[in-house]
């Protein structure tokens, strides 16, 4: 945690300079990032939406919503594009303090989420910089075709790479970018162990208040850096260490490993209220074991890493196959590949109305996972970065309601009647 | 005897139902809810326990002394626990016109106040024994509150006493009243009850009988919004949703679905042939199309609550009413008054609009499996009930629609039987289907 704190704050710090240093300055999401891409040219990559929840978390985001709401943007918007605007407009001074640099280019990379394309329509009207648009084909059928693959690579070759070259004034050097992509299949395989780690019980992380922790470095701007490496080297060996003691996750409620419930989620999770929202799982012993929102930058569980034997088709590869670019049964298949793989006894859901990319659709995957694993679901509600949306005792009285569910479930498959059914304690 | 009590603390009202060794529902008890919890389980607690010694007297008396004196008998205990509780809102009142009235007009408040204590008291001894009174509300505010505001506005006509002056004054001393212990228990007035309806040789044996029973409370569950607040083990709350779930079975045993439209959550439960809880959902966001709103509609139009359904029911030609947001429902009505609708048939539309809404919670849920039990204070507004009638045949076909005439009590119903299990796990269920 320390170790990714001064990652962080040194990346943000660069940002700041970066106006002084000469390094230019790419924004870009984190589905679809092409960390590589753009390191390879010496450019740093900006996040908007994890500068958003940054800010969410840190208690800054309320103020920058009302201030992007008051310049006439709706109650309805995705709350990570009003709190970055928001930002904007207040000063564009970064969740760790220092100031944001202006971009020297915005590559979008489409990856199933429409609002982003929105997004840096506003920020080029904004910055009136570059932008380059990569568009990955959805995978409508559940798969990349080949011919989507190559359509891929084209833009990369007559579109991303000569914007990058142009703004960076440096050529496109594969050999670099193969170097780049080989530290970041490294970083992938350890993060995969990381997330692997919860099959086991007790499970030894918390894939999902502890999950984005993890995802942090890899789906922000250190993929395919050796400092990434390292933390993923770290981390991996942290868990291992806590994998052979047989203990649990440290989490609001303290260390978990008394862990009653094994729970698996779908959606992004709250961040103005992350620590409450957590404990309201810790305290009632629930540890999330798998999640789809771990996979928005890239389903590495799923078999994939970077292949620096293959630069382009690679990063197609990767970028077709993040959490936001799959369809409907796509999504529900991997949800019940959790519940059956990592032995879970629930399913959440938490629903946010204002992310059209993540909520169409989940009471249907919630249906469909119940009737394929036999398992109850939960649906919740709250919001990405909008404290106003997260109603703490709602929300817990679902929650309780819905542990309380599972416990009696598995009460009442125990004959009733039976010795077994004298547990009282819930 | 031992038995097991489950508490229902909702967003309007409080419930207690109390059941014996055997499972079988021995009382029930409701009152308004407050700011105190403590006490509103408190008196809920004690209601169900009057109800159950009034059961036993049931028993007993009806056989030698008929029904009409047992009815007598209740209501003169009614009108006990009415008068110890207008006491203390006389002494309350006075004591507040001493605290916060102009000194020039204490003297008028305190005689008027005692005109009003005076004559609600004589109109309830009076009263009391008319089987009518059985209909009204037999909450202490509604009481007191009408009587009060209908007085005030008498003796302000009569005397130029300040109206908004007196009414004022109810309104603080009453919530003092509500949230401070006061004996409303079987032994606190049976006694004086009995002895007002001239003590009957035939009643007074049951009485003795129903006096000197024990009850010894094993288990208390509580569940409801205010169920972390209920003084008693973790292990001992459950959610509402469990507790609805587990009181639909036990009323009725075939039930697959549940809908409960309460205070201010409605609820969309599916549940297995043990009453076991498989599938919920509930609104999140926003309460809008919940009991409140109705309660807010019925302020509005200076009705009372239980009035809306049946002035809805005369409907010929519904409203279509999109918007369920209880803060815009008064202005929604006015401007539907505004173009000449007609009041039932604005009202139709509401209540349409309301069970719409928990119609979408209940696909959210899974749908609607036969049988469907509908619960909550809404499942006694008729006009509710024929909406959700003619939705479900419209969305899921012909389904046995389940509502008891004690479906208030569905919650605490489910929470006692919970009590029940944790003394005797896989205790056999009583349909209490009849017993209202």
């Not at chain 2, 169920?227 to 009323?251: D, N, Q, V, Y």
């Amino acid at each position: 945690m320390l170790l990714q704190k001064e990652m962080i704050a040194e990346h943000f710090q660069r940002l700041e300079d970066a106006p002084r240093s000469g390094e230019k300055v790419v924004y870009t999401f984190v589905p679809g990032n092409l960390t590589e891409l753009i390191r390879s040219f010496g450019a740093l990559p900006l996040l908007p939406e994890i500068n958003a929840l940054q800010s969410g978390m840190r208690g800054k985001s309320k103020a920058y919503i009302a201030e992007a709401e008051k310049a006439g943007h709706s109650a309805d918007v995705c709350t990570y594009v009003k709190a970055d605007i928001g930002m904007m407009m207040s000063g564009n001074i970064g969740p760790t303090g220092t100031r944001l640099p202006p971009p020297d280019l915005l590559l979008l990379s489409y990856t199933g989420c429409y609002t982003f394309m929105k997004w840096f329509e506003l920020l080029r009207e904004q910055y009136k910089c570059p932008t380059v648009f990569l568009q990955i084909p959805y995978q409508g059928d559940g798969t990349l075709l080949p011919e989507h693959r190559e359509y891929v690579v084209k833009q990369l070759r007559e579109d991303v790479i000569p914007a990058l070259e142009a703004v960076t004034g440096r050529a496109y050097d594969e050999g670099r970018l193969r170097e780049l992509l080989a530290l970041s299949a490294r970083a992938e395989d350890d993060l995969v162990a990381v997330l692997h780690s919860a099959k086991q019980k007790p499970s030894p992380i918390d894939s999902y208040f502890g999950g984005v922790y993890y995802i942090g470095p890899i789906f922000s701007a250190f993929r395919g850096t050796p400092e990434g490496v390292a933390y993923y080297e770290a981390l991996r060996e942290e868990v291992e260490e806590r994998q052979a003691l047989g203990i649990g996750p440290e989490t609001p409620s303290g260390r978990l490993d008394d862990q009653r419930f094994r729970i698996v989620v779908e959606g992004p999770p709250n961040w103005t209220s992350f620590n409450e929202f957590w404990q309201m799982f810790s305290d009632e012993g629930a540890v999330v074991v798998a999640s789809t929102y771990t996979k928005v930058g890239g389903t590495y569980d799923f078999g994939f890493r970077h292949d620096p034997g293959d630069p382009l088709g690679t990063m197609a590869d990767y970028c077709g196959g993040c959490y936001t670019n799959h369809n409907l049964p796509g999504r529900i298949d991997m949800l019940v590949d959790y519940v059956k793989q990592y032995a879970a006894d629930g399913f959440l859901i938490n629903s946010v109305k204002s992310c059209n990319s993540f909520s169409a659709g989940q009471l249907l995957i919630l249906r469909e996972v119940e009737k394929r694993t036999g398992i109850p679901g939960g649906f919740i509600e709250s919001d990405l970065v909008d404290p106003r949306y997260f109603s703490a005792a709602n929300i817990k009285n679902r929650l309780e309601s819905y542990f309380q569910m599972l416990r009696e479930r598995r009460r009442g498959q125990v004959a009733p009647g039976s010795d077994a059914t004298a547990e009282v304690t819930p | 005897m031992m038995c097991y009590v489950g508490v229902d603390l909702g967003s309007t009202t409080t419930k207690a139902v109390v059941l014996g060794e055997d499972g079988r529902v021995l009382g029930r008890g409701i009152t308004n809810s407050r700011a105190n919890y403590d006490l509103a389980a408190d008196v809920a607690r004690t209601e169900a326990f009057v109800t159950a010694r009034f059961d036993m007297l049931r028993q007993e008396v009806e056989r030698v002394a008929g029904k009409e004196s047992l009815d007598l008998l209740l209501r003169a205990f009614r009108l006990e626990q009415t008068l110890a509780q207008l006491v203390r809102l006389q002494a309350g009142l006075h004591e507040d016109i001493d605290r916060s009235v102009a000194p020039h007009l204490r003297a008028v408040a305190h005689r008027s106040i005692d005109e009003i204590s005076e004559r609600t008291r004589m109109e309830e001894e009076t009263g009391f024994a008319d089987p009518e009174r059985a209909k009204r509300s037999d909450f202490f505010r509604d009481v007191a509150g009408s009587a009060f505001s209908r007085l005030a506005e008498e003796l302000a006509a009569r005397d130029g006493t300040s109206f908004d002056l007196l009414l004022g004054l109810y309104d603080k001393c009453i919530i003092q009243v509500e949230n401070t212990p006061v004996e409303l228990g079987f032994h606190d007035h049976i006694d004086a009850a009995l002895a007002r309806i001239g003590d009957p040789p035939a009643v007074r044996a049951g009485v003795e009988a129903a006096t000197a029973a024990v009850f010894e409370a094993k288990v208390t569950v509580g569940t409801g919004y205010g169920r972390a607040r209920l003084p008693f083990p973790k292990e001992w709350i459950r959610s509402e949703i469990l507790c609805h779930g587990l009181g639909a079975h036990a009323m009725f045993p075939a039930t697959r679905t549940v809908l409960d439209i309460g205070g201010q959550d409605t609820k969309a439960i599916q549940i297995d042939g043990q009453g076991i809880v498989t599938s919920f959902q509930m609104n999140d966001r926003c309460a809008a199309g919940c009991g409140r709103y109705l309660g807010y509609i019925a302020d509005e139009m200076n009705i009372g609550l239980h009035e809306l359904g049946p002035i809805a029911e005369q409907s010929t030609r519904r409203v279509r009413i999109n918007s369920t947001c209880t803060v815009f429902a008064g202005a929604e009505l006015r401007e539907r008054l505004g173009v000449g609708e007609r009041r039932e048939d604005i009202l139709a539309g509401l209540h349409r609009a309301v069970i719409l809404r928990a119609m979408s919670l209940l696909a959210r849920s899974g749908g609607i499996d036969d049988e469907f039990t509908f619960t909550g204070g809404v499942a006694n507004n008729p006009a509710a009930v024929r909406a959700l009638t003619e939705l479900v045949v419209e969305n899921y076909g012909a389904r046995t629609l389940n509502i008891s005439p004690a479906s208030i009590y569905t919650g605490a119903l489910g929470a006692s039987i919970f009590a029940l299990r944790v003394d005797q796990p896989g205790a056999a269920l009583h349909s209490s289907r009849g017993a209202a």
